[in-house]
């Protein structure tokens, strides 16, 4: 059975608080876009180990055990005695940018092991269990724009229709680590109501919708604040850091044929706005 798990963007990010135990409040707009990675799953033939991971495409540091396809597999297999699998997953999305692109990988490895071995398992059953995967897990189980607030845990559905436009998405060549973007953060409320200012039209955000990491992660990183002065030299209608960085997006009326080479240097994808809902096969 394959998959394909998407990635997110961040519209707007405002750090509102920090918490007695440690982690901060925010309130976000998580919105899915259709950068995708593949995920697949096929019955292991041997039985002397309880899975196999295949792994392609952008490469993941750190041990097989530690990847969340296969925590979330583990936590699957002992609780309902699933059969061994290998596990192919091919990732396209980059990892450090603010892309969501593991917790995406953790919530369809959930949907689709629901899927195959019909574990009877509810959509807040499965936001029930990835809440111990990572904060933003949950979101990708509905996979639908939402507001986000808490620690990003608590969602409520915000339907937004961007169709109309492309996302460009740029991720240079490093990563920021979120330890080392909340390091810079002053929590503190959003200067617009944010609800009111999503609901203006998209050429108003700029001025009213703002992600409140850029200010310091773009004096660590001067590159990632230049890729977005470059998206507004290119004429976007709204452009932003996602999430902690280090991925910036522009959303534009048209698609940019130059864009790979204005941006030689770092992972560049552009598609129209529009998410398919999740099949699998």
């Known amino acids: 059975m394959i998959c394909f798990p998407n990635a997110k963007i961040n519209l707007?990010?405002?750090?509102?608080?920090?918490?007695?135990?440690?982690?901060?409040?925010?309130?976000?707009?998580?919105?899915?876009?259709?950068?995708?990675?593949?995920?697949?799953?096929?019955?292991?033939?041997?039985?002397?180990?309880?899975?196999?991971?295949?792994l392609a495409g952008t490469p993941i540091e750190g041990k097989p055990d530690d990847n969340l396809v296969v925590r979330v597999f583990l936590s699957l297999k002992h609780e309902f005695h699933l059969p061994p699998?290998?596990?192919?997953l091919y990732k396209r999305i980059p990892t450090g940018a603010g892309l969501g692109?593991?917790?995406?990988?953790?919530?369809?490895?959930?949907?689709?092991?629901n899927e195959q071995f019909k574990l009877g398992l509810s959509t807040q059953d499965m936001v029930d269990r990835l809440s111990d995967f990572g904060a933003d897990c949950p979101f990708f189980i509905r996979n639908e724009s939402a507001l986000a607030h808490g620690i990003g845990d608590q969602l409520s559905t915000y339907p937004i229709d961007l169709s109309d436009y492309h996302i460009l998405i740029v991720k240079p060549p490093l990563s920021v680590s979120t330890r080392e973007a909340y390091a810079g953060i002053e929590p503190s409320q959003p200067k617009h109501d944010f609800r009111t200012a999503l609901s203006q039209p998209v050429e108003t955000w700029r001025e009213s919708i703002s992600?409140?990491?850029?200010r310091h992660v773009f004096r660590l990183y001067p590159q990632i604040a230049a890729i977005k002065e470059t998206l507004y030299d290119m004429h976007a209608i709204y452009a932003s850091m996602s999430g902690s960085g280090s991925a910036v997006y522009g959303l534009f009326h048209?698609?940019?044929?130059?864009?790979?080479?204005?941006?030689?240097?770092?992972?560049?994808?552009?598609?129209?706005?529009?998410?398919?809902?999740?099949?699998?096969?």
């Open 254 to 281: 048209h698609p940019f044929e130059e864009a790979a080479e204005i941006f030689k240097d770092c992972f560049v994808f552009q598609s129209r706005l529009v998410v398919h809902p999740a099949t699998f096969s």
């Open 211 to 214: 992600n409140d990491f850029e």
């Open 101 to 113: 692109g593991g917790s995406s990988d953790a919530a369809f490895m959930m949907r689709l092991l």
């Open 12 to 54: 707007g990010l405002y750090v509102t608080e920090k918490r007695d135990d440690g982690y901060h409040n925010i309130e976000t707009l998580f919105l899915p876009v259709p950068l995708q990675d593949v995920l697949e799953i096929k019955p292991l033939d041997f039985y002397d180990t309880e899975y196999e991971l295949q």
């Open 85 to 88: 699998q290998t596990i192919h």
